[in-house]
């Protein structure tokens, strides 16, 4: 599950600022993020609920709160109680005394709140507000509140996994254990997985400093499978760094892969279907080796806290195998398709595919096919067949198959 928070002060006043409804501002966001999530290879997940479609499960859950004593009703709304659990910053580490200490420098926004840490479950409409009828008054649910609800009401009580930015932690995290457990008495999540920050050459990457990018900018430059290729070679907690040097380098990795795969393929065609010579059998035992040897520390590094940058080392001391391999003329045919196979089926767990043309395809020409993608959802046939043309005349072939467009040198 993949929830979507269509609802929060940012949206509202960007939505009266577009003379827009919230509604339309948010299917828009969301559009716009599969169209970069299904182009990264990103799985859809089974269920995406929005806040505002979760309306009566949200309020179910700050009504058990109450029930039970953790909530309460101020002039602006309804507040979790942070002093009635006592287990309140177990996942950050943080203790209450600390945060208050902290938090009570800064000028308390509601006079009513018990403690400047307790958050909020349901905010009372305020003028130009969208808002939804409750127990306690019009309103709208407080942002922490509506994970925990919609986690539940898609999967239950306990969860295994629950991943998000390493800056979720605290409070948003901590705050989603309080509401989960006081309210349903079980654990919430088994395991949290938190990603480390973006940095724009070694900044972190915010709208306020200007450093922020888009994937679809970066994708007129690097293909998107390189980019989902570059992301995994760091480990997920790890901050990830985009700057160009590292993105290059990233290039040439896909890129070796890619010609080891195609190549293997290319020698297999020809290869025997048994050792010439004792030199060609003694190159394909110690392929079969280094796939052995490759799939047990790729198979390591995922066991560690899916550490896809040691899976990913794996893989190419098994590209650097059979490149030596594929040399040894008469290698016979099973050893080098071996290695293909097994190139093949890791990649397709961390999402990737070697045999995908796109990612040699220069970003001029993609940008060609997609602007013949748009030209014919628009239907102007014309255009569309003035750019598969020009993608011709460049040297490139254009195909439409059941899977998508498909572009290979010509
Ligand atoms: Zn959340």
Known sequence: MQNFTDIDDKMINRANEEGTTVKELADRMIE?????????????????????????EIIELISLLEEKGFAYVTSDGVYFEIAKD???????????????????????????KKSPLDFSLWKFKKEGEPA????????????????????????GDTIDLH????????????????????????????YWMHNGFINIDKEKMSKSKGNFFLVRELAKIYPYQVIRFFMLQAHYRMPINFEKDSLDAAVASWNRMTTCVNNLLYVAKTAPEKAADQEAMQAATQLKEAITEAEEAWDRGLSDDLNTADAIAAIFDLVRAANIAACVPGIPKGALMAAYDKLISILDVLGLNPTESESSIPADIMDLVDRRQEAKKVRDFNLADSLRD?????????EDTPQGTKVTKA
């Open 390 to 398: 020009e993608i011709t005349a460049a040297g490139y072939k254009v």
């Open 132 to 155: 939804w009828p409750s127990p306690w008054g019009e309103g709208r649910p407080g942002w922490h509140i509506e994970c925990s609800a919609m986690s539940r009401a898609n999967l």
């Open 32 to 56: 716009e993020y599969f169209h970069d999530a299904d182009a990264l290879n990103i799985k859809r997940a089974d269920h995406h609920p929005r806040a505002t479609e979760n309306i009566d």
């Open 163 to 190: 991943a998000g930015g390493v800056d979720l932690v605290f409070p948003h995290h901590e705050n989603e254990i309080a509401q989960s457990e006081n309210a349903t008495g079980k654990p919430f999540v088994r």
């Open 86 to 112: 006592p287990e309140y910053g177990k996942l950050s580490g943080k203790r209450i005394e600390d945060l208050e200490a902290g938090a009570s420098e800064r000028v308390a926004s509601n006079e009513d």
